[in-house]
């Protein structure tokens, strides 16, 4: 036993063998994963049972944080909710620029590559797919502002990307990305947004068919 070990002994052992460090993560680090957490829950459980259903007690035990971690980061529950759609919202257009980009300059290619981007997270993350294109146009009016907001930022992102031809309407992007928004919209309500991929023949071809038209008719 060490107790009735020589003292140098003792005196060597514990130098040579050190108490392990406790490392620390950084205090933002941690802060920044409880917020995560908290959006994180939010998505799914407006996902699960819809907004309107889903308290702040269901988003901390979801979230795994305490109550008072909620709320020295956001107001309440509508706060949580926006701060969620905003990261989604930034990273599927993220992804969505970042596609484009990457096919180069062919506007067909690229209004395609967009297109197939958008799917593919749809796909992927149907919760938080579900929480923005279905739950947000009727969570709260600032919650449906930012749906709108969001449409609109598609819409400039298209416009931005295609061909103008004097033929066709001034809103034809609007009532392009309104479209495809609308069958998305579906498609998750009916709980297949990961089938959302397989739209994207009939998605393209609806969006490129008007610029298509006016090219062969000129």
Request: glycine share 6%; proline share 5%; aromatic share 8%.
């Amino acid at each position: 036993m060490l107790g009735a070990m020589p003292s140098r002994v003792q005196a060597a052992r514990s130098q040579a063998s050190p108490a392990p460090a406790q490392h620390r993560l950084p205090a933002e680090f941690v802060a920044f994963h409880k917020r995560r957490r908290i959006m994180d829950a939010i998505a799914e459980l407006s996902a699960e049972q819809g907004y309107e259903a889903t308290k702040i007690g269901d988003i901390v035990r979801r979230a795994g944080v305490a109550r008072k971690t909620l709320y020295d980061n956001y107001e309440g529950k509508e706060d949580v909710f926006l701060a969620a759609f905003d990261s989604i919202f930034e990273d599927v257009m993220g992804r969505v620029e970042a596609a484009c980009e990457a096919v180069g300059e062919g506007w067909e290619e690229r209004t395609r590559a967009g297109l197939a981007a958008f799917l593919a997270y749809v796909a992927e993350e149907p919760a938080a797919a579900r929480m923005c294109m279905v739950e947000a146009m009727s969570a709260t009016p600032a919650a449906t502002r930012r749906y709108e907001e969001a449409v609109q930022r598609f819409v400039v992102l298209t416009r931005a990307g295609v061909p103008h031809y004097p033929q066709l309407p001034e809103t034809i992007e609007e009532t392009l990305v309104g479209g495809v928004a609308w069958i998305v919209h579906q498609k998750i309500r009916r709980r297949e947004a990961e089938q959302a991929a397989d739209l994207l023949d009939e998605l393209a071809e609806f969006v490129l068919a008007p610029y298509r038209g006016v090219a062969e008719a000129s």
